[in-house]
């Protein structure tokens, strides 16, 4: 096992992440806690949640609630039930939450233990790959019909306890979905972690044991930097963003949960990448990057039938951009990125030439 001392500005917490550390949860739940309410998902409780169950139920009282798999959980509908099982358990100003599950049951969990009785203490126990990236950073929402993530605060845990092994049964289209994030961490910000990765891992049947720690650690730790500078999100948080502006706009264009988040970011890099080239004038080869990404099963092009238009116009709407300025994050190079103001033109004569 290792551990991880994720700084915020408002609270220092320990990340614990190994194989198989969920057996010692109860020495890593600190203080005086009167009962436990575990937040989980369909999949993930059919799994795990009884394993989990006895091992707590030595030692605290326990009661779970089970939320739909999906976005869809992330619902005011769902909040609100989770409130209504937390009141009828009688869950108190000293009780805990644990968040048993993906970015989803996260988000979701880590707002209602922001909420329930003006805060109550939350553990995140991640069981996806891509929660790697959403369990660190303090953000917690659910989402309005209006926008995603739209009701939300910033309510860091008490800890994060990652057993990676019950990542055995996620299915490989989810792990590749966290595997983006964690080659848009690389790309960011540490090119170790990218020489890494062009070494040690050339397809999905890799990323398993003690590469997907090494892959867990490596990207957290870039979140983690990345977040401690700008907790409020006024200016590097931004390259968190890299690959997404495209990314988001294909996911609203197609429409959310009609092409995995990864994907979509995969294909937001690819093109920032090609953006970048042009913006800087520079050669970063664009073509390796697209075999590289090829040989993780990624998408590479954009999904056919969406216009470019309707893209340039997601892209003018994202949160970076300012008086209707497209800004993107761009690559320098590879571990270094800017977050920059683009040109129009550019980019809508790029997306012809990428869209039919
Ligand atoms: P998710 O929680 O929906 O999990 C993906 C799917 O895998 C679900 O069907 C789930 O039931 C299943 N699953 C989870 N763990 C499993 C396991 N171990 N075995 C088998 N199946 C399992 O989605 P996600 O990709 O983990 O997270 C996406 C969410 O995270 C989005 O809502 C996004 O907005 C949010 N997010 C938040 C932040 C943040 O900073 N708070 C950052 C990135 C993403
Ligand atoms: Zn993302």
Wanted: glycine share 8%.
């Amino acid at each position: 096992m290792e551990v991880l001392q994720i700084k915020t500005q408002t609270k220092d917490y320990p990340l614990y992440v190994g194989s198989n550390i969920s057996i010692n949860l109860p020495e890593f739940i600190k203080g005086k806690v009167t009962k436990i309410l575990i937040i989980t998902d369909e999949n993930v409780s059919n799994y795990y949640l009884k394993h989990i169950e006895e091992i707590l139920k030595e030692h605290f009282p326990v009661t779970s609630f089970i939320i739909p798999s999906g976005e869809k959980a992330k619902s005011i509908d769902v909040f609100y039930k989770c409130h209504t099982h937390a009141l009828q358990e009688k869950l108190d100003r000293s009780s805990l939450v644990i968040a048993l599950g993906g970015g989803v049951v996260g988000d979701l969990a880590g707002f209602v233990a922001a909420t329930y009785m003006r805060g109550v203490p939350f553990i995140q126990m991640p069981t996806t790959l891509l929660a790697h990236d959403s369990a660190v950073g303090g953000k917690v929402a659910i989402n309005h019909e209006l926008g995603k993530n739209m009701i939300g605060v910033f309510n860091q845990p008490e800890s994060v306890v990652y057993d990676i092994s019950l990542l055995k049964t996620l299915p490989e289209s989810e792990m590749r979905s966290g595997f983006a994030e964690v080659i848009k961490h690389a790309l960011i910000k540490d090119v170790e972690l990218y020489n890494w990765l062009k070494k040690n891992v050339h397809s999905m049947a890799d990323v398993q044991g003690e590469h997907l720690q090494h892959m867990i650690i490596s990207g957290i730790k870039v979140k983690a930097d990345v977040v401690y500078e700008d907790e409020n999100e006024t200016g590097i948080r931004a390259y968190l963003n890299f690959g997404h502006t495209l990314g988001h706009a294909i996911e609203a264009e197609l429409g959310y949960g009609q092409i995995s988040h990864g994907d979509a970011v995969a294909i937001g890099m690819l093109f920032a990448i090609k953006v970048s080239e042009n913006h800087y004038g520079i050669e970063l080869n664009h073509d390796s990057f697209l075999a590289w990404f090829e040989q993780y099963g990624f998408p590479i092009s954009i999904p056919s039938g969406l216009s470019a238009t309707s893209l340039l116009e997601r892209m003018k709407r994202d949160k970076k951009s300012k008086e209707d300025k497209i800004r993107m994050v761009l690559l320098r190079e590879i571990g270094t990125v800017e977050l920059v103001q683009v040109n129009e033109e550019m980019i809508r004569s790029m997306l012809g030439e990428v869209c039919n």
